[in-house]
């Protein structure tokens, strides 16, 4: 079918034989959790009890699921997860990138066209989903007469995953001290979320302390690991005190608020308390929710994958679902929401800490990489600034000047075997060869063409090695390794058949099985139908 048919034809086929046999769902709830690694799931399984405990039992676990492309961040994952298509067909393969023209960096979310909205101090931000290439899943919903509302602590998360509309589409500011959204989804705030976030302040868990959840014999790791880069004001060693640097909450206490399981708390009984005064799921249409849980990544760069924050973090998350679904099974029914759960990305473990096993890693020097590509260019066409910047993977030369060096095509060679040679970088691409390389059978070579936007992306795409990152402390993500690509999809709810499948599959295979089930179409979607888990 996949060869015979476009994705479209794949939905609306699965669509027609699931309305034979089943309703549609009442609401589909879409739950994103920030930097969660496939392997969370067996490690972590026997500490939950509650949400993510229930969802992975009870429901289709997909065990080989990964991203295929190279930029495995925020902003690139929820879009993907959103759209069922890869960043090099909806635009966003990056949290940020170079605008050569202007010269400034500009957010995946940095919207000319949008102004912020606020539900406490002012704000002057302009986001909005003007960067998103394709619509959404939930657009096409919309389309239908569905109602529409995400949440996230981040901008990028909450707009991702409701594309360019939305009834409540919800983060919080980027003075970290209040909610916010954008005029590209209203011209007021909503009256919903305004008296939700009135009566629940954010400043309520000053002083509380991020205590461990578990016996102390359950954590499968020290405290104070090595390698740790812990929020500001605290240190490695638990407990945690939510109080910032100053006697009164400020920016620092917000800071320490969503490194810890609160932040993520506060942002399911919200999304809990919306489904209730917007009536989810009792429209005539189905329903959607799209609800992002940040803080697992926030914790995850600071303390890494083998801490025990990040075990306790996802010790309390199980809670924090628990009570979603309760409050779902309450105001919607047990048995008429369609759930389905996924990460944007994983995360490499700490390079520091996977020296300790003899294995390779370290940490890229990104003004190496600049100066080794200067020298190399100078060596043949003289004295100049010949390269501007290093963004995340990708270098961009000076205007025109990129066109100049491939002009000499030994030039670039050189160019490009140098920079391969500096600790840490695997692979190095033109934009000339991703251009036309996302069908590649080389793996790495599609992984970037994937996460390759012409006018967006840099002029050579670096590949990082396993264990090797540009981030000079704690962890990040971000390249084509396995703990950077693999994360968990599960399916939950009505019409869903129960059970592990094997089958490698990716994120962007998600919002076509959400639209099977709804029965609407998504035109650009590169993902397909998950159909041996629906019923």
């Not at 509650?50 to 969802?55: E, F, N, V, Y």
């Not at 961040?73 to 990056?94: D, L």
């Not at 868990?205 to 790791?221: G, I, N, Q, V």
Request: glycine share 8%.
């Amino acid at each position: 079918m996949r060869r015979l048919f476009s994705t479209a034809a794949i939905a609306a086929a699965v669509s027609v034989l699931l309305a034979a046999a089943d309703p549609p769902p009442k609401l589909v709830v879409l739950m994103v959790v920030d930097q969660m690694r496939a392997d969370y799931i067996d490690r972590f399984h026997d500490d939950w009890s509650s949400g993510l405990r229930r969802l992975v039992d009870s429901g289709a676990r997909f065990t080989e699921a990964a991203y295929p492309y190279l930029t495995t961040v925020t902003c690139a994952g929820h879009a993907t997860i959103s759209t069922g298509a890869y960043p090099h067909v909806h635009g966003i393969f990056a949290n940020t990138w170079f605008d050569r023209e202007h010269n400034v960096i500009i957010p995946c979310t940095g919207d000319p066209s949008a102004k912020a909205v606020p539900y406490g101090k002012p704000a002057t931000s302009q986001t909005g989903p003007g960067n998103l290439m394709v619509r959404s899943f939930a657009d096409e919903m919309r389309r239908n007469g569905s109602h529409v509302v995400t949440l996230a602590l981040k901008a990028r998360s909450a707009i991702m995953l409701a594309g360019h509309g939305g009834d409540a589409v919800t983060w919080i500011s980027e003075s970290l001290d209040g909610w916010e959204t954008s005029t590209s989804y209203t011209s007021h705030p909503i009256p919903e979320v305004k008296a939700y976030v009135d009566a629940h302040r954010l400043d309520a868990d000053f002083e509380k302390s991020w205590t461990r959840l578990l016996p102390a014999e359950r954590y499968h790791d020290p405290d104070a690991g090595i390698g740790e880069d812990p929020s500001g004001g605290w240190s490695s060693l638990f407990p945690h005190v939510l109080k910032g640097l100053s006697p009164t909450p400020d920016v620092s206490y917000y800071d320490h608020w969503q490194h810890s399981p609160y932040a993520d708390a506060y942002v399911a009984r919200m999304a809990a308390a919306l489904v209730e005064s917007m009536h989810l799921g009792k429209h005539a249409k189905t329903d959607f929710l799209g609800v992002s849980f940040s803080s697992p990544d926030l914790v995850g760069h600071s303390f890494g994958p083998h801490s025990q924050e990040i075990q306790d973090m996802y010790a309390h998350l199980d809670r924090t679902i628990g009570g979603l679904l309760d409050a779902l099974d309450r105001s919607v029914g047990r048995d008429a929401y369609v759930l389905a759960l996924s990460a944007d990305h994983g995360v490499t473990d700490i390079p520091e800490q996977i020296k300790l096993t003899g294995a390779d890693a370290g940490r890229i020097d990104p003004a190496a990489l600049l100066r080794t590509a200067q020298a190399t260019v100078q060596t043949t066409l003289g004295p100049g600034n010949y390269v501007s910047r290093l963004n995340g993977n990708e270098i961009y030369f000076e205007p025109g000047m990129y066109q100049r060096v491939a002009s000499h095509a030994d030039l670039l060679r050189d160019v490009v075997a140098s920079i391969a040679r500096e600790p840490g970088i695997a692979r190095v691409f033109t934009s000339d060869e991703l251009k036309v390389s996302s069908a590649s059978n080389d793996p790495q070579l599609r992984a970037a063409a994937l996460s390759y936007v012409p006018g967006r992306s840099g002029d050579l795409v670096l590949s990082p090695k396993n264990g090797w990152m540009m981030s000079v402390a704690g962890t990040t993500h971000g390249s084509a390794t396995p703990n950077d690509q693999r994360v968990p999809i599960v399916l939950y709810g009505r019409g869903i058949k129960s059970g592990a499948y094997d089958r490698v599959v990716s994120p962007a295979d998600i919002a076509p099985t959400l639209a099977a089930i709804v029965g609407v179409a998504l035109p650009k979607a590169e993902g397909h139908p998950l159909s041996e888990a629906l019923r």
